[in-house]
């Protein structure tokens, strides 16, 4: 078996019990059915499923958006501390590590929240705790009076030295897309140096995190052509990738989107890349072209999944195919508020 020794019953049993998880997922033919639901529908089907715990507690709190919004977000973050309870050893290594992301998540949102003088409650609401800050350490950051001692509260933590360096410029100018862009920098590196610290199974999982990086760059591509920004662009890309940031630089500088594409495509080895990339030759929206690429991920993911059946794999595709119905579910909660029509927000969903 790839990843783990042959003997290892906590290791099959852990990925087995992922792959009867990732079964229980909505099926896309129940996304369908909700693109012609009231909101008001839709909210009464989540009770219906694995959600009804989260949404019957909240149900006398909340209405509404906001039932929706905070049940997912309560429900993702008790699956993913579960499933980090659930498996062993090196499993829980790895695991815990790519659960940082949500560290940096709900701390962006915390300092972005401060800055825009939101209320505690608000904050709240959107917060995931599913990293390394639980939710006693994020209520704690919560109470902080400004995004300095937001800042200052996290000293300890890997990404503190970041966030003292960024900070004050991203309190300058307003924005703190520099700040966040430096800490997933900062993220994918620390990824790196697990996989390649010699644990058992970390060659597997660092070919994941390459994979995860590949897509990232070639997206965040596209935003800044969408977004008409050609100047140097070689900070905003992350490395350990199949591409070099020189080689995103380049890219970047070609400005008719079929010769883009092209370039791209001569520098892409994965078929179902290549595929998508085609498909999307034709496409203008940027979620449209988001949307296509995350799906190469995940089919991707799944594909490496059933090679290394016994490895990180079937852990991190369960985790992020629950982020994306997340996302989905909540895509879908907000379209209806904003009255938007089904075949519209269908654009919006991973499915």
């Known amino acids: ?58 149900g006398t709190s909340f209405t509404g958006i906001n039932l929706v919004e905070v049940a997912l977000s309560w429900n993702l973050a008790k699956e993913y501390q579960s499933i980090l309870e659930l498996v062993p050893g090196d499993l829980k290594h790895f695991t815990a590590s790519y659960l940082r992301r949500w560290d940096i998540q709900n701390v962006v949102t915390i300092l972005r929240g401060k800055m ?41 933590e890997q990404f503190y030295p970041i966030i003292e360096r960024e900070l004050p410029g991203a309190i300058e100018a307003g924005s703190f897309a520099h700040l966040e862009n430096e800490l997933y920098r900062g993220y994918y590196a620390r990824l790196i140096a697990d996989a390649k610290e010699g644990v058992k199974g970390g060659d597997i999982f660092l070919k994941y995190i390459q994979l995860e990086i590949d897509i990232r760059n070639i997206q965040n591509l596209f935003r800044l052509r969408a977004g008409h920004i050609h100047e140097d662009i070689r900070e905003l890309m992350i490395s350990g990738g199949s591409f070099t940031v020189d080689e ?43 949307v296509a690429l995350t799906r190469v991920q995940l089919e991707q993911m799944e594909r490496m999944s059933k090679r290394y059946a016994f490895s990180i794999l079937p852990v991190i595709v369960y985790l992020e195919e629950k982020k994306y119905e997340v996302a989905n579910l909540r895509a879908l909660a907000r379209g209806k508020e904003a009255g938007l029509p089904g075949e519209r927000l269908q654009g919006y969903l991973v499915m």
Not at 11 to 37: F, Q
Not at 124 to 141: C, F, H, I, T
Not at 251 to 279: C, H, T, W, Y
């Open 248 to 290: 995103l630089q380049r890219l970047s500088g070609i400005e008719n989107q079929d010769e883009f594409i092209d370039s791209l495509k001569r520098s892409v080895k994965m078929l179902p890349l290549l595929n998508a990339l085609e498909d999307i030759r034709g496409k203008t929206a940027l979620h449209a072209i988001e």
């Open 1 to 58: 078996m790839a990843g783990v020794s042959s003997g290892s019953a906590q290791y099959i049993y852990a990925c087995t019990r992922m792959r009867v998880r990732k079964s229980l997922l909505i099926p896309r033919e129940d996304y369908l059915r909700m693109l012609n639901m009231s909101l008001p529908e839709i909210t009464r089907f989540i009770g219906e499923t694995a959600y009804r715990s989260e949404i019957d507690e909240l």
């Open 116 to 156: 825009q003088k939101m209320s505690a409650g608000k904050i709240k609401e959107v917060l995931v705790p599913a990293g390394r800050l639980d939710r006693v350490a994020l209520d704690r950051l919560v109470a902080e009076e400004s995004p300095e001692r937001v800042a200052e509260a996290l000293k300890g």
